[in-house]
């Protein structure tokens, strides 16, 4: 039952799981729902539509928000359809499928890590033509936490050095590499890259980042939405 957009749970009640055609369902058409809106924001920043327009349009997207604005979660709940920590979260801002921020950053598994594959486009731009320093950073941060997390030990960051050495082209397949080299106690030191895919040896970024597992007796504080089996309570 996906408590999170149909009100709000009864106190101390576990939500009756969804079956997993209904998960799917629901990812289905959150993801439809999200490439729509990226195609949306993709349109907004690249138009050369004349204010008339451009006002028009606001007016038609403020009715088209106002049908989604009734039933929401609250802010620390992980959605029923998300797999926290290891796997997918759907509203991620870098891999999520329902996210308008995301490009989205599509992740599989290597031997030693993770690999991720996106195109950025020109809602992403920084210097002109070329992707933002902070999605860059976007991008690693999440693979690599994402890395640590694969690797058993899911963290949050503490710190991410980040190295630019060529500009990243927009509109153009990006490979991001992220691998877990070396552990002590709870910290997790990684290492990440970004390539184009035409090019897979020339660095265009590199990051050192290092994340620490939350101490076991924080973890329910810092996510109240996970139930003590370290489950997403579904809202
Ligand atoms: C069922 C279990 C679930 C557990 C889930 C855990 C994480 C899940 C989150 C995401 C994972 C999922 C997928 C990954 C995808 C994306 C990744 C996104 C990455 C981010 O977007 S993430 C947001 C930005 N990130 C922060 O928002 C962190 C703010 N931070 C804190 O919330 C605390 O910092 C915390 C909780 C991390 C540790 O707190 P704590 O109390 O558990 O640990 P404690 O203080 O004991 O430190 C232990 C050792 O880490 C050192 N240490 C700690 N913090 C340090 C710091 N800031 N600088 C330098 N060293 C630090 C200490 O010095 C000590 O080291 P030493 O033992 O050597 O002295």
Same mark, same amino acid.
């Given at each position: ?5 149909? !009100? ?11 079956? #997993? ?12 729902? !999200?490439?729509?809106? %990226?195609?949306? $924001?993709? @349109? @907004?920043? +690249? ?23 009734? %039933?929401?979660? @609250? ?13 997918? +979260?759907?509203?991620? *801002? &870098? ?5 308008? /921020? #995301? ?19 020109? #809602? ?25 997390? =694969? =690797? !058993? ?13 060529? *500009? ?9 590499? =992220? ?18 895919? @035409? ?10 980042? &290092?994340? $620490?597992?939350?101490?076991? %007796?924080?973890?329910?504080? /810092? ?13």
């Amino acid at each position: 039952m996906h408590t999170s957009f149909t !009100g709000p749970p009864a106190a101390d009640t576990h939500p009756t799981p969804a079956t #997993a055609e209904e998960l799917e369902r629901h990812k289905a058409a959150i993801t439809r729902l !999200g490439n729509e809106l %990226r195609a949306l $924001v993709e @349109a @907004a920043v +690249r138009t050369a539509a004349t204010p008339d327009t451009l006002h028009r349009v606001a007016e038609g997207v403020r009715h088209v928000t106002g049908q989604l604005t009734g %039933r929401r979660r @609250a802010r620390a709940d992980i959605p029923e359809v998300d797999e926290f920590p290891a796997g997918t +979260r759907i509203y991620s *801002p &870098v891999t999520g499928a329902g996210s308008p /921020l #995301a490009p989205p950053l599509r992740v599989t598994p290597t031997d030693d890590g993770l690999i991720g594959h996106c195109t950025l486009g020109i #809602a992403h731009e920084g210097p002109p033509g070329y992707g933002h320093g902070g999605m860059s950073a976007m991008l690693l941060d999440e693979l690599m936490g994402r890395a640590c997390a =694969a =690797a !058993g030990a899911p963290g949050l960051t503490i710190s991410l050095q980040m190295r630019y050495h060529r *500009p990243v082209p927009l509109e153009t397949p990006l490979r991001i590499l =992220a691998r877990v080299t070396g552990t002590d106690h709870r910290k997790s030191f990684v290492t990440g890259s970004i390539t184009t895919e @035409a090019d897979p040896a020339t660095d265009l970024v590199t990051a050192e980042g &290092v994340f $620490v597992a939350p101490d076991p %007796r924080r973890v329910r504080a /810092l996510f109240p939405g996970l139930t003590a089996d370290g489950d997403p309570a579904g809202g």
